[in-house]
């Protein structure tokens, strides 16, 4: 039988057992492919997530530059780090196969969680409802810099007429972390709700997603 070295172990150990039974050094290991000058692929898999605190949420987190910053890691590397996580967020079930009703601020920051936790700008996504408050359409209708971005309030309704949505959510993220609200949000908030009733919809809530927390303005009475 052909000797394994170091680096394909994990490969090997990927084919006999399949991904599931891998621990994400062993899967980085693989996305990796191979190591650098006295330290194998695997070595500098577990280095990285050692130096993120075995959390794959603050790795998504880094930036090429960042990771670029660990020895062993050149751009290549980083690239290759970068869109498997990014590949792998975007399996994640933005919106189950079976009609998601949101009955919470929880339920709707699972299905916003995807798309805006590790961004290093500012998007506004707005989660279009029925009746029942069942996702009919999320659609990405902002985006801007690092502070913050512009939003079209016509736009946000055009939308919602054209899915015919009775409810809406709407949401931005804050790279910073930060998830008090800014005074623009405020004002951003009354006015899409005020807009909002004029063509008999409901705005159910607005929430500030950070680093895996959010800010419901529905759950702080806010609306």
């Given at each position: 039988?052909?000797?394994?070295?170091?680096?394909?172990?994990?490969?090997?150990?990927?084919?006999?057992?399949?991904?599931?039974?891998?621990?994400?050094?062993?899967?980085?290991?693989?996305?990796?492919?191979?190591?650098?000058?006295?330290?194998?692929?695997?070595?500098?898999?577990?280095?990285?997530l050692i130096r993120s605190g075995n959390d794959l949420q603050k790795l998504f987190e880094l930036s090429v530059e960042n990771l670029m910053d660990f020895k062993g890691v050149g751009k290549v590397k980083a690239v290759k780090?970068?869109?498997?996580?990014?590949?792998?967020?975007?399996?994640?079930?933005?919106?189950?196969?079976?009609?998601?009703?949101?009955?919470?601020?929880?339920?709707?920051?699972?299905?916003?969680?995807?798309?805006?936790?590790?961004?290093?700008?500012?998007?506004?996504?707005?989660?279009?409802?029925?009746?029942?408050?069942?996702?009919?359409?999320?659609?990405?209708?902002?985006?801007?810099?690092?502070?913050?971005?512009?939003?079209?309030?016509?736009?946000?309704?055009?939308?919602?007429?054209?899915?015919?949505?009775?409810?809406?959510?709407?949401?931005?993220?804050?790279?910073?972390?930060?998830?008090?609200?800014s005074g623009a949000d405020k004002t951003l908030t009354l006015k899409l709700k005020d807009a909002a009733k004029l063509l008999d919809m409901v705005l159910l809530d607005h929430i500030i997603v950070g680093k895996n927390e959010?800010?419901?303005?529905?759950?702080?009475?806010?609306?």
């Amino acid at each position: 039988m052909k000797s394994w070295s170091v680096e394909d172990q994990p490969r090997e150990k990927y084919l006999r057992l399949g991904g599931q039974k891998l621990t994400d050094a062993e899967l980085l290991a693989i996305v990796i492919g191979n190591g650098s000058v006295g330290q194998s692929a695997l070595s500098l898999a577990k280095s990285l997530l050692i130096r993120s605190g075995n959390d794959l949420q603050k790795l998504f987190e880094l930036s090429v530059e960042n990771l670029m910053d660990f020895k062993g890691v050149g751009k290549v590397k980083a690239v290759k780090i970068k869109a498997s996580l990014d590949l792998g967020y975007r399996l994640l079930p933005l919106i189950p196969s079976k009609p998601l009703s949101l009955s919470s601020s929880a339920a709707a920051f699972s299905v916003l969680k995807p798309v805006l936790i590790g961004l290093a700008h500012e998007e506004f996504w707005v989660l279009y409802l029925d009746n029942a408050h069942v996702v009919l359409e999320r659609s990405l209708l902002g985006k801007g810099g690092f502070t913050a971005t512009v939003v079209d309030i016509r736009l946000v309704l055009q939308q919602a007429l054209k899915w015919g949505a009775t409810a809406m959510i709407v949401a931005h993220n804050h790279p910073t972390g930060n998830l008090t609200p800014s005074g623009a949000d405020k004002t951003l908030t009354l006015k899409l709700k005020d807009a909002a009733k004029l063509l008999d919809m409901v705005l159910l809530d607005h929430i500030i997603v950070g680093k895996n927390e959010y800010f419901s303005f529905a759950d702080q009475q806010l609306l």
